[in-house]
């Protein structure tokens, strides 16, 4: 689990919030999450981010897609 993070000056990633839960062994909320590097990195390609925190940017760099326009989809 990441309880902190570092500034990094260049992106070169995506990543999508899948989950949240509860860490035991730490006793800290946490978002379960994927990274587009792929499953070699973190646990088979995700990483649990401490929640609550602006940890590597959760709270002041989220984006959300909208998928307003796609066929089927209300």
């Not at 401490?50 to 002041?60: F, I, L």
Request: charged residues 20%; aromatic residues 12%; glycine residues 16%.
């Amino acid at each position: 689990m990441f309880p902190r993070g570092k500034p990094i000056g260049r992106l070169d990633h995506a990543v999508t919030l899948v989950g949240y839960g509860f860490g035991d062994l730490l006793q800290l909320n946490y978002w379960r999450v994927i990274n587009s590097w792929g499953t070699t990195w973190g646990e088979d390609g995700y990483v649990r981010i401490e929640r609550g925190t602006n940890v590597c940017g959760t709270a002041a760099d989220a984006v959300e897609a909208d998928t307003v326009g796609f066929a089927g989809h209300r």
